[in-house]
Structure formats: structure tokens, C-alpha cells
């Protein structure tokens, strides 16, 4: 983001990222026109729904290929085998990711999660600078000692991010979201792992043309920005009987 207030007013509250001219072609290729296509309506659209805008049908496969199912991933969260897998690219400085980890994500989790119907990977895709890295390698430390989610929600509170996210900071969420032992967390949060972890998720949001947060995929379509609850649910509902034999 820039450093001057007025460039933060985006519509999803993000960073456009700078894409190399290779990085650029695959975007392309994978589904940029179909993020673009899912951004927020404008005021007055009365009925339209980014959820009702499907990617192309040469890009669907490719995006929804991009669910991992690891049954051991520490930054999922519901069934491997799940029907419908919910991709969310986010950024702890975000303000629009928090507003979504708030007031939707819980909801999607009692309704959807919790009865097997979804699950849901996240991706750090830190873009606000350098204590977003270190909120995202903090979290992703967490998660080694299966903290992710409590220590996402911890990040995500109301007012949390205003508060920054330097060492002691960080230190103090992981307490916060009972990481048991916090010398490992230290070091694991500083370690090639998590450079390597982080570099994975960057480098996938990049190649498919992610330039926001929070942006998502449902079963490989795109939801660009903190869309209302109804958006998600009819997605998801629309990826669940698309995925009935």
C-alpha cells in the first residue's frame, strides 16, 4: 500500500501488486479477467451477485486444481474431501480481511464446516509491508503447534491491527491464542520454513492474478473483496450441487 492515506480507500482495502511480465501471461491465463469480473458491484446493481459470475471454462479446472486437501495442512480448516473448498488470499493489516474473519467467516464455519459441506485453506498473502510478513510467518508459526485458527481470530479482533504487528506484538497474540511453547514459535516464525511456506502461497495468488485482499476462490470462482454473507452462501451453494455426480 502506499504510504499516503487516500491511496488505502480501494474497494477491498489492498495493495496492487507489481507482476512480472511472465507472472503477468499466467495471470492472465489462469483467470484475471474472471477477478476483475467478480469485483464489488457498484451501488444500484440491484441483483447482480459476484458469486454468479463463473470463470471462463478453459480457467475453472486450473483454479480449482488449486485446492490442496492435505489432510495434514495446519492452515485448513474442514474435511479433505470436502465438496466445496474455499481458497482465501489475506493479509493481517487488512482491514476488509478482518471485517470478513469477523462477521462471515464464523457464520460459513457453523453452516458449512462444521456439517462437512466445506473447507476452507488459507493463504498468507502478505502485501501491507514488512509487519504483514511477519503476522503472516507468526501465524504460519502458530499453526506448527495448531494455533493457526485461534491465532487468526486473535489477529483478526477488532481493534487488533491498529495495536501493529512487531515481535513483542506478535508474542503476545500467540499467548493470546495459547501457543504452548513459545521459543519454538520464535524460531519457527524466523525459520527457511516459513520463507518457503509464505513464498508458495505468494507465488500461487500471483500467478492467478490476485492484486487484493481479501480475495477468494469457491471451487475455483473467484469472490474479489469482503462480499456480504449471501455471496458466499450462494456460491457455495452453486459449487455443492455442481459437484453432485
Known amino acids: 500500500m502506499s504510504s499516503s492515506k487516500n491511496s488505502r480507500k480501494t474497494t ?12 503477468a501471461l499466467a495471470a492472465v491465463t489462469l483467470g484475471l ?17 459476484p458469486a454468479a459470475a463463473a470463470p471462463r471454462n478453459d480457467t475453472s479446472a486450473a483454479l480449482q ?20 473448498v474455499l481458497i482465501e488470499y489475506s493479509d493481517f493489516k487488512c ?3 478482518g471485517k470478513f474473519a469477523r462477521d462471515t467467516e464464523p457464520e460459513l464455519v457453523k453452516k458449512y464446516v462444521d456439517n462437512g459441506t466445506l473447507r476452507i485453506e488459507w493463504r498468507n ?6 509487519e504483514s510478513e511477519a503476522a503472516a510467518r507468526a501465524a504460519w508459526a502458530a499453526g506448527q503447534q495448531d494455533r493457526f485458527a485461534a491465532f487468526h481470530s486473535a489477529a483478526y479482533a477488532d481493534g487488533s491491527k491498529e495495536k501493529g504487528f512487531a515481535e ?5 497474540l500467540a499467548r493470546e491464542a495459547g501457543v504452548p511453547d513459545l521459543d519454538r514459535f520464535k524460531a519457527d516464525m524466523a525459520g527457511e520454513q ?11 495468488g500471483y500467478r492467478i492474478g490476485v492484486t487484493s485482499t481479501p480475495s477468494f476462490l469457491v471451487n475455483g470462482r473467484p469472490i474479489a473483496g469482503a462480499q456480504p454473507l449471501a455471496a458466499f452462501t ?9 459437484a453432485k455426480p
Open 125 to 130: 498473502f502478505p502485501i501491507f509491508g514488512a
Open 12 to 23: 477491498s482495502a489492498a495493495k496492487p501488486l507489481l507482476i512480472s511480465a511472465g507472472v
Open 194 to 204: 516459513a520463507t518457503a511456506a509464505l513464498k508458495k502461497d505468494q507465488e500461487e
Open 33 to 49: 479477467v474472471s477477478w476483475q469480473a467478480t469485483a464489488p458491484a457498484e451501488q444500484g446493481s440491484a441483483g447482480s451477485s
Open 65 to 84: 486444481a488449486l485446492a490442496r486437501r492435505e489432510a495434514g495442512d495446519k492452515l485448513a480448516l474442514g474435511r479433505a474431501d470436502a465438496p466445496v
Open 95 to 97: 482491514g476488509y480481511c
Open 234 to 242: 450462494a456460491a457455495i451453494a452453486q459449487a455443492e450441487a455442481a
Open 168 to 172: 513483542p506484538r506478535l508474542l503476545e
